[in-house]
């Protein structure tokens, strides 16, 4: 059974610094596609960033320069370490993988950041 | 505001068939695949379509998805009280090289 499992959200302080972590089962993250999605408090969806299975990296205007995708293939996790925190990076945090030939995606249930002095 | 558009919501009651669009452009819908998600108050985001008109294992056949140039649209039929859900579409786009959303549609079963 395919299981994402998100961690690592908290309350930060602006300009503070956070890692998330997905734990994933069932399948091995490095042959997917994976991606961070997040939604702030009453807000729609947005696209944070995605790393493919062969290393490369792509990341919203938004948090680009500020926030770096990972991936640990030895704990089958995927990474989102988050600096420069700001007000506006409040939201709950997906994290998705995408299977490259089929599309069919899997979603986790999130985890909550929230940037306040 | 978001890159792709979508109707803020939309309602029916139940047994009834409703539509949500969600328009974008050449360089989202018009050139990739269309994903649509539902998502229930307090709950993670489902995926419930993939590649414009895949259902995923266990998304009953009430709903379906299409694709026509730059628009796409999520059917669903037979409506029913659990369908009541916030609806969002999403497509890479080729000139911001990520991932767009739609604003959402709510949807209410009346």
């Known amino acids: 059974e395919v299981q994402l499992v998100e961690s690592g959200g908290g309350l930060i302080q602006p300009g503070g610094s956070l890692r998330l972590s997905c734990a994933a089962s069932?399948?091995?993250?490095?042959?997917?596609?994976m991606s961070w999605v997040r939604q702030a408090p009453g807000k729609g969806l947005e696209w944070v960033s995605v790393?493919?299975?062969?290393?490369?990296?792509n990341y919203a205007d938004s948090v680009k320069g500020r926030f770096t995708i990972s991936r640990d293939n030895s704990k089958n996790t995927l990474n989102l370490q988050m600096n420069s925190l700001r007000a506006e990076d409040t939201a709950v945090y997906y994290c998705?993988?995408?299977?490259?030939?089929?599309?069919?995606?899997?979603w986790g249930q999130g985890t909550l950041v929230t940037v306040s002095s | 505001q978001s890159v792709l558009t979508q109707p803020p919501s939309a309602s029916g009651t139940p047994g009834q068939r409703v539509t949500i669009s969600c328009s974008g452009s050449?360089?989202?819908?018009?050139?990739?695949?269309v994903y649509w998600y539902q998502q229930l108050p307090g709950t993670a985001p489902k995926p419930l379509i993939y590649?414009?008109?895949q259902r995923p294992s266990g998304v009953p056949d009430r709903f379906s998805g299409s694709k026509s140039g730059t628009s796409a649209s999520l059917a669903i039929s037979g409506l029913r009280s659990e369908d009541e859900a916030d609806y969002y579409c999403?497509?890479?786009?080729?000139?911001?090289?990520?991932?767009?959303f739609g604003g959402g549609t709510k949807l209410t079963v009346l």
């Open positions: 998705a993988r995408m299977i490259p030939v089929s599309g069919y995606e899997d």
């Open positions: 069932g399948f091995t993250v490095s042959s997917n596609y």
């Open positions: 790393i493919y299975s062969g290393g490369t990296a």
């Open positions: 050449s360089f989202n819908i018009g050139s990739n695949y």
């Open positions: 590649r414009n008109n």
């Open positions: 999403a497509a890479w786009d080729d000139s911001l090289s990520g991932r767009v």
